[in-house]
């Protein structure tokens, strides 16, 4: 889940090289590297540790080359010193590499064998050891890549460039996606269009086991069997508006506070605004047909399909299969054909997600996904896609893309409980009306933001902290825990309300936040009780609840957060925000990096 780009451009490319990491920094931030080709020579600069470390060493020394790659790390072999960022060199070779090469190891041991020095403990070095010892014994740059790849296995998108080759930049993708980027005179090379959006509109990308010799004139493509094929040509519709927090603090609070907005946008792709009729465009299924549908995904996007689960069997009685994207594939489940293999991504390139889209695609299965970049992988690989319009998210954390996949998630159990007649026009009426009340409910718990941040100072002294939750306030109980240790690395567990009492009611002592959400709809009187449970022992509650509920409450809790009266359908979808202001919060009163966090990345492409 690095981040990597190529130019070769008429000037000197290492700043231009630079500002496309900072659109990629989201990849990756352990350390970076910019290698230009200088009088033929290669050159390089790189540090440990965030970009802007980059940024001091380029102000010191001038890289002046006109072809260069460039690399945000994030590690996988090999501590994140400067030493293993890349690019990696070996004799005329320079190398960046997004993913992980498995058999790097026997490789290594082969060339270690026969004399060769490896510098780094990289698996990425060996492709530039490979390269560099087929050039030694003769062969050309585009041989001696072809010879590469028919060595190393595994995930990679690299971009590789030559001493004394001014015009040459070659790239290869085997999972880990690559686009080419065509500019005048100048040809471009990146991990994603955000990258290369400055640099032009017009990418091919690059399809799995492809790779690509670049010249600033002209591009050719190969596909894995070294058939040279051609790429059409897409205009992204990535903006190359400077991506910026505005007046907040941070991008995560930035991101929590657009909700009303993109949650709009999402719901106005599937409910016409003219007739308030529900539309799902692209989605030809026969639901009358479909006896399963089967939901897999990673994080936060997993615990949305946890919520569409619900809402699906609930509201159109079909059986729904979840699981992590990790372990789906690996699960050997039987594959019957008239299910819908669903899968939901914000990137559309995690790596697991992909991995099982195209386990399912093997199987023969439909596939639908809801992803939040349009022009990812997932996307381009589904036979549907559901689009969320939450906009670019750059906060690692997830937190309007949830709410936007929840939104989606929302239309298509009412969708497929109309289609099925499970729903009568009435109730689809009742419920699509319900979403439409969500922007106005969530700016109200906007609203009480510093009620929450006060709430949040007092967990920054805790050392572990308990979600609970039942029926669809289950999974938010889940995304409140990972939110909060993700960003403020406090150790937190999401359980189901009932399961207390199975074990976890062990830990509650008077030193142990536990965070209730229970509204006001049906299950809660039962989560009542188990909240009850927690206060007979000395816990220090958090309700979120409806105001009545916290009134109620208000002598057994030690805290309460309110969220609006509303349909209870929408209700995961609000009791999301204040789960997220409160792991915001906290993680900013404990002074962590918010946007960035430790070990973690935005984009999750390796397995
Ligand atoms: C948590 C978070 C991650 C992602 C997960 C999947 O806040 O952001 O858990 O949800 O890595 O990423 P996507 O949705 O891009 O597939």
Not at 56 to 65: N, P, S, Y
Not at 532 to 555: P, T, W, Y
Not at 556 to 575: G, K, Q, R, Y
Request: hydrophobic content about 40%.
């Amino acid at each position: 889940m690095c981040g990597i780009v190529g130019i070769l451009g008429q000037t000197p490319v290492a700043g231009t090289i630079y500002e496309a990491l900072k659109r990629l920094e989201y990849r990756g931030y352990d350390s970076s590297g910019v290698a230009t080709l200088e009088d033929g020579r290669l050159t390089r600069l790189r540090a440990r540790g965030k970009l802007v470390n980059l940024e001091k060493c380029l102000r010191e020394t001038t890289l002046a080359g006109t072809s260069g790659i460039g690399h945000t790390r994030w590690a996988t072999h090999g501590v994140p010193n400067e030493t293993n960022a890349h690019p990696h060199f070996c004799g005329p070779v320079a190398v960046v590499h997004n993913g992980i090469i498995e058999n790097f190891r026997e490789l290594r041991e082969e060339f270690e064998a026969q004399g060769c020095h490896f510098e780094t403990d990289t698996d990425t070095e060996t492709v530039a050891q490979i390269i560099a010892l087929a050039m030694k014994d003769g062969k050309t740059p585009l041989e001696a890549v072809r010879e590469m790849l028919g060595r190393v296995r595994g995930a990679f998108a690299l971009g590789i460039l030559f001493s004394g080759e001014e015009d040459l930049l070659i790239g290869a993708r085997n999972g880990p996606p690559l686009a080419v980027g065509y500019g005048k005179g100048e040809m471009y090379l990146g991990s994603d269009a955000i990258a290369l959006a400055p640099l032009t509109n017009s990418l091919s990308y690059l399809e799995d086991g492809d790779w690509v010799v670049m010249s600033r004139e002209s591009v050719r493509f190969f596909d894995e069997n070294h058939d040279e094929v051609t790429r059409p040509v897409t205009q992204t519709s990535q903006s190359a508006i400077h991506i910026d927090k505005g007046n907040y603090r941070h991008f995560m609070v930035k991101e929590i506070f657009e909700q009303p907005e993109v949650i709009s946008h999402t719901l106005a792709n599937y409910i016409n605004p003219l007739d308030g009729k529900i539309s799902i465009p692209d989605l030809d299924l026969d639901w009358n047909g479909l006896n399963r549908i089967t939901i897999s995904a990673c994080g936060t996007a997993y615990i949305a399909g946890l919520v569409g689960k619900y809402w699906l069997e609930e509201l159109a009685q079909i059986n729904v299969d979840i699981d992590v994207a990790s372990e789906f594939r690996y699960r050997k489940a039987p594959m019957p054909q008239d299910a819908l293999a669903l899968f939901i991504s914000q990137s559309g390139e995690t790596a697991d997600t992909l991995a099982g889209l195209r386990h399912c695609r093997g199987h023969g299965l439909k596939i639908a996904s809801i992803v939040n970049v349009a022009e990812s992988t997932i996307a381009r690989e589904s036979d549907f896609t559901l689009p969320t319009r939450a906009g670019v998210e750059v906060g690692v954390a997830s937190t309007k893309a949830f709410t936007c996949q929840l939104g989606v998630l929302a239309c298509l159990a009412i969708e497929a409980g109309r289609e099925r007649g499970v729903l009568d026009e009435a109730r689809v009426e009742t419920l699509l009306r319900a979403l439409e009340t969500l922007p106005g409910h969530i700016h109200e718990i906007l609203r009480q933001d510093a009620q929450i941040e006060e709430i949040a100072k007092s967990l920054t002294k805790s050392r572990n902290i308990l979600y609970l939750g039942r029926g669809t306030s289950f999974p938010i109980a889940l995304e409140g825990a990972l939110k909060l240790k993700e960003i403020s690395y406090i150790h937190a567990e999401g359980y189901a309300a009932g399961e207390l009492k199975h074990g976890p009611i062990a830990l509650i002592d008077e030193e142990m936040p536990v965070i209730v959400v229970a509204p006001d709809d049906a299950l809660y009187e039962k989560t009542l009780s188990n909240m009850q449970e927690v206060a007979a022992r000395g816990g220090k509650i958090i309700l979120i609840s409806n105001a009545r509920r916290c009134d109620q409450n208000a002598n057994n809790v030690w805290s309460c957060i309110e969220i609006p009266d509303a349909d209870t359908f929408i209700n995961p979808i609000l009791a999301a925000l204040p789960v997220q202001l409160l792991a915001y919060h906290t993680a900013v009163h404990m002074g962590t990096d918010v946007d960035q966090p430790r070990n973690l990345a935005k984009s999750v492409t390796v397995e």
